[in-house]
């Protein structure tokens, strides 16, 4: 418990950015808490009356540092279906690594009265986004079309559920509604057919929606629009009615029940040789050291720990934002492998980011050895995964253990300290 009390006052500068730790060396920490307590000691050798002057004959403390590296780390990257039915945006266009459309559908219009006579006008308002970076040389007047969803499938799509990998449009008749150019941040308007809302309020097909689509399948275009998660700038279906009887029309918005990427990734083999991690694809990274013969004394205190990990920037795809990631504990040996697994956002361990130029990062990882160590709880490793807010086609590449390069595999620096 002293030496508890010794740590938890001594706290070293450690930002969210993976590589500002103020202290790297291990060294100068062990000088550090060595001085603190000598210091600590002759305060009270000074308090006389107080406390009985203590001779000091040896060191009071004694320490071990370790490096475990890869031929005692284990870790795998795992691909399961993404699930973005809470993403931000809405991507349609194409890239070196993915091709998109978005998919919107609007079925509550059991809230029009049915004293409606008429359907006036039907306007779907979409704001763009500059989230993305355009690739193509100008950013104005890119094209996009509306289209009709119709099939005789008997299953629909959903936002919880599809994604690139589980739905396709064959088997879907599109029936183009209307096309149009815009730039950045726009909000643009299409004016839909009237009859639009009687075929989807009292057809007894199924609603499919409508897609987004570019009008020319152009490569490296990838624009955005807000999707209903962003509640002020959500997609919006206008809709202008005349009552029977009456001569003023009357206007009433609706939003969006469902709305969803489709994301293609043209590449999803997976490679050994890097961590990998991405909303899109639904890339996930485990990590486990074998610290089972490392440190077996369960009264050593655990005073610095640090995963060092290497970046790779030519798999890294960022899009100018950078890419938050977290560190969660595994609870089971199942978690390792079991798609069903769901990382628990309110019991992260700690976390980083990552822009766009970095090399290396360093997560002090302290908490997570001590539990291990001490035995408070069992090893079963750790789970890297992309935060919800890091863009859907971002994806986070880390070399792995089992990389050609020694030098830029992980690995954990550990210093622990006990009393002698």
């Not at 950013?139 to 099939?151: C, D, H, R, W």
């Not at 060092?308 to 560190?327: A, E, R, S």
């Not at 969660?328 to 697994?341: I, R």
């Not at 302290?366 to 992309?386: D, P």
Request: charged share 20%.
């Amino acid at each position: 418990m002293k030496l508890l009390g010794l740590l938890d006052s001594f706290k070293i500068k450690n930002s969210l950015k993976g590589q500002s730790i103020l202290f790297k060396k291990f060294s100068s920490i062990k000088s550090f808490l060595f001085i603190f307590f000598l210091c600590l000691l002759s305060f009270f050798n000074m308090c006389e009356e107080m406390v009985p002057i203590l001779q000091l004959e040896k060191a009071p403390l004694e320490f071990t540092d370790v490096t475990v590296r890869d031929s005692l780390i284990s870790d795998t990257t795992q691909l399961i279906d993404p699930k973005l039915g809470s993403s931000k945006l809405l991507l349609t266009g194409n890239n070196n690594e993915v091709n998109a459309y978005s998919l919107l559908r609007f079925d509550n219009f059991n809230t029009l009265p049915d004293t409606v006579d008429s359907i006036v006008c039907v306007t779907l308002k979409l704001l763009s986004s500059t989230e993305i970076p355009y690739d193509t040389v100008s950013s104005t007047n890119v094209g996009i079309s509306i289209s009709l969803l119709k099939s005789d499938i008997e299953s629909n799509w959903s936002e919880d559920s599809s994604s690139g990998r589980d739905f396709s449009l064959e088997g879907f008749n599109l029936t183009k509604l209307r096309d149009t150019t815009f730039s950045s941040n726009d909000t643009i308007e299409f004016v839909l057919p009237d009859s639009i809302i009687s075929f989807w309020r009292d057809s007894l097909v199924t609603n499919y929606g409508i897609i987004i689509q570019l009008i020319k399948p152009a490569e490296n275009t990838m624009v955005s629009f807000y999707s209903r998660q962003n509640s002020s700038k959500s997609p919006i279906l206008e809709v202008e009615y005349l009552m029977e009887g009456d001569t003023v029309t009357t206007k009433k918005s609706f939003y969006p029940t469902a709305d969803l990427s489709i994301l293609n990734f043209y590449q999803t083999d997976l490679d050994s040789k890097y961590l990998l991690m991405s909303n899109g694809q639904s890339l996930r990274s485990f990590l486990k050291f074998d610290l089972s013969n490392i440190i077996t004394d369960k009264n050593w205190v655990i005073a610095e720990a640090l995963l060092h990990l290497k970046v790779d920037t030519l798999q890294m795809k960022g899009y100018g934002d950078n890419i938050h990631f977290y560190v969660n504990l595994l609870d089971s040996v199942v978690d390792w492998s079991s798609s069903e697994y769901i990382p628990d956002p309110n019991n992260i361990e700690t976390g980083a980011y990552v822009s766009e130029g970095d090399t290396s990062l360093t997560l002090r990882i302290n908490k997570t050895i001590q539990q291990y160590t001490s035995g408070y709880r069992k090893n079963f490793g750790i789970v890297l995964w992309v935060s919800p807010s890091t863009l859907d086609i971002s994806v986070l590449s880390l070399f792995s253990s089992s990389h050609q390069n020694p030098n830029k595999r992980p690995y954990l620096e550990i210093l622990a300290m006990k009393e002698k």
